[in-house]
């Protein structure tokens, strides 16, 4: 098995992951530089050496055999591994810092702040997309992500920034034209906006019980950012995180009826591959980013509570 293992060429390896990650000979082709016909090859030779198919071939694309599943996965690591310390040994504190987030963090919360980072570190240029699709930071050509969930992803290091806490808002106006809210139970018959599932936990904290489940909420969204622009918008009562939108409640364009800001499972989290994590761009942005998190008193207060 040494022997196998040492006759590998590191180039046929590297080749292999490529295409096993973009499932294409062609693509592969197209990011490594190199014909189509050379893949092809190199991906031949290495399975006429392993004795074994790596790859199903399709009409337009591969797909990994169970062999080549489990060499993608080490082939993966071992590919992460050695660019992390190629990285260490001549990545500076400069270039493109590229960062996939969830809407609501990084446009409500990251956003407004983003200018502090690059003031402190004027040689990264950031790259911020926000997406629901969850990124394959171990595959795709992205530095770090901000998600929701509980932190725990395979292959990743996570740091918790902020707690997952909702509470209902809406404006002013909209609170004027309903004649006010007295108790947090005169929200079961006003126009909701947001997961019914969500919405039961606020009505749970709040103590609120019905004999029959109240109407389904009149929109839903997969970005907790376009519902509170909705409420925005005198369309219902959303519910948001009081701490993405503290700047809309401190300007009295949202408020907050009740005081019930329930804590939803998990939270909102920076992730980056652990091989990476003395990449100088990564490790700058994430101590810049957890203490602007320690620093934020809302988030304190939240995750007190």
Known sequence: MSDILASLPLSAIRIFEAAARLKS??????????????VSWQVKALEQRLDQALFVRLPREVALTPAGERLSRAATEAMG?????????????????????????????????????????PKIAVRLDASSRTVDLLREDVDLALRSGRGQWPGLETHLLVPSVQ???????????????????DLVDVPRIGSSAEWATWFAAAGVTWATPPAEPRLRADAQALEVASALADQGVA???????????????LVAPFDVAPRYGGGYW???????????????????????????PLIARYREA
């Open 25 to 38: 000979f062609t693509r592969a082709a197209d990011a490594l530089g190199i014909s189509q016909a050379a």
């Open 81 to 121: 591994l050695l660019r992390a310390a190629v990285s260490d040994l001549v990545d500076t504190e400069e270039g493109v810092l590229s960062i996939t987030t969830v809407q609501s963090l990084g446009a409500q919360w990251l956003a407004p702040r983003l200018g502090g980072f690059q003031i402190a570190h």
């Open 167 to 185: 509470t209902a808002l809406c404006t002013p106006s909209f609170l004027q034209a309903i004649g006010g809210l007295a108790a947090p139970a």
């Open 239 to 253: 519910l948001g995180s009081p701490i993405f939108f503290a700047r809309e409640i401190a300007q009295g364009r």
């Open 270 to 296: 920076i992730a980056y591959p652990a091989e990476r994590r003395r990449t100088r761009k990564i490790a700058a942005f994430r101590d810049w980013i957890l203490a602007e998190a320690a620093a934020d």
